[in-house]
């Protein structure tokens, strides 16, 4: 495994393109996200990281898969890129076998090392099993996910259900005895399962070290590899992938704008995300819209479009979310039911019109406003892209480790964030970070400084 002058990240949502995407420049890549691999845009010698989102999460295997192979193959054939990162949700949502068996076969690699595991965040593997703060996923709001759900906490017997009997038998995993030997016997364990026909291989994370030893490892092998993980490994492979000449990137200082954060994600975390910022003493110009069911079943309407941009101004944040919308359907559980029956739709369903109700609203919101954009939840932050016609972004900058500032094509900044990551003052970091960050504020401490 050699330092490739160009990098690609595949991941199956934006959220998860973007925080990947960020690792490589935070190490000095110019990086760039795809939304739509039919239409590249052209090379550029700034810019060494691509990342594509497939948003292949939520869909069948077999067109998943198919999605990831075409995205593999017009990177190599559109951008030139050689080397290639699989990025997978570290609480194992996704069509992730599927996928990973067709960037092995669009890359031409002998076998994947998958490592999901995201210490920053407190997600560690042991013995092949996934954890979140110490609790297997399976216990988590992972297992209560609208499209997928989690039902396993073992990263080994999740893959094996989602491949045919032959193809299980390519399944294995390096746990933890061996990856605390380091690079040397991780090494030989590799060559040892590859030389037997494995092509998936789990590996054990209980720390920052091990990805590094990992990656040490990969380096080390006699066969073609192909990473597979969440940013924690994405960040360990920065320090190797990326030659130490690269650019430095210059602290930027932003036009004072307001904010619009829409979340559509109905996360425990992001709902306290948003409690957290709505009675945070520091901030006095926010303003909250909660939307209920009947609201997404109603469809957007001038009302609340005027709710947003009569407050969306100066510098101003209006968060319109669906936060409270779980408890809302968990309390009136026989009524909520019957109103999507009588609409004709599922749970499944309705958790889609909730994305879509927020891009349309969006849309509406830009025909009169100027705004940063902050999108919470991986299907949300991909529908609102493309709801402003963006065709790629551009990263930043860094506002927290997994968090990237971008800019679309037509001059957008946007804000990603997946709906379970982070912690209670995420939102609020972010907002700080502007503050920190604008025309304004940046003169008033200068003039404070004085």
Not at 196 to 221: H, N, P, R, W
Not at 336 to 342: H, P, S, T, V
Request: aromatic residues 6%; negative net charge.
């Amino acid at each position: 495994m050699f330092i490739p002058s160009i990098i690609g990240i595949i991941a199956d949502d934006l959220t998860g393109a973007n925080d990947t995407a960020l690792q490589f420049h935070k190490k000095g890549c110019g990086a760039e996200i795809i939304l739509d691999y039919n239409n590249l845009p052209n090379k550029r010698a700034s810019t060494a990281a691509w990342a594509v989102s497939t948003e292949s999460r939520n869909i069948e295997p077999e067109a998943a898969a198919k999605k990831t192979y075409e995205a593999v193959k017009a990177l190599k054939d559109g951008l030139g890129v050689e080397y290639f990162y699989k990025k997978i949700d570290s609480t194992l949502r996704g069509n992730i076998a599927a996928e990973i068996y067709a960037a092995l076969e669009a890359t031409e690699k002998d076998a994947a090392i998958i490592v999901p595991a995201y210490i920053q965040e407190g997600r560690i593997t042991i013995g092949g099993f996934q954890l979140l703060k110490g609790i297997p996923i399976e216990r988590t709001e992972a297992a209560r996910d609208p499209h997928v759900p989690i039902c396993d906490s073992s990263i080994p017997l999740i893959l094996k259900k989602q491949l045919d009997e032959k193809s299980a038998k390519d399944v294995a995993l390096i746990d933890f005895s061996t990856i605390a030997k380091g690079a040397g016997p991780i090494t030989s364990k590799m060559n040892e399962l590859i030389g037997e026909g494995k092509k998936l291989i789990v590996m054990d994370v209980l720390s920052t070290t091990d990805f590094e030893q990992i990656v040490l490892a990969m380096q080390k092998c006699n066969h073609n590899i192909l990473p597979c993980g969440s940013a924690g490994l994405a960040q360990a492979l920065g320090e190797i992938w990326v030659p130490g000449d690269k650019l430095r990137h210059i602290k930027k200082t932003l036009p004072l704008l307001p904010k619009l954060v829409l979340c559509g994600s109905a996360t425990q975390l992001g709902a306290l995300q948003i409690r957290k910022l709505q009675y945070d003493d520091d901030i006095e110009n926010a303003y909250f819209i909660n939307l209920r069911l009947s609201d997404i079943l109603d469809g957007v309407n001038d009302a609340v479009v005027s709710r947003v941009t009569s407050n969306l101004v100066k510098d101003n944040i209006v968060t319109v979310h669906v936060g409270e919308l779980t408890n809302e359907l968990e309390d009136n559980e026989s009524q909520a039911r019957e109103k999507l029956i009588d609409e004709g739709i599922s749970r499944d369903d309705f958790a889609t019109k909730i994305t879509d109700y927020l891009a349309l609203l969006l849309q509406r919101i830009r025909e009169e406003r100027e705004f940063v954009l902050i999108t919470i939840g991986g299907e949300t932050s991909y529908k609102c892209a493309k709801a402003l016609d963006a065709q790629h972004l551009q990263v930043v900058e860094a506002i927290l480790p997994a968090i990237p500032l971008c800019i679309d094509s037509h001059a957008q900044f946007i804000v990603t964030k997946s709906g379970n990551l982070g912690n209670s003052t995420t939102l609020i970091e972010i907002i700080k970070y502007f503050e920190r960050h604008e025309y304004d504020n940046v003169e008033k401490n200068s003039n404070n400084d004085g």
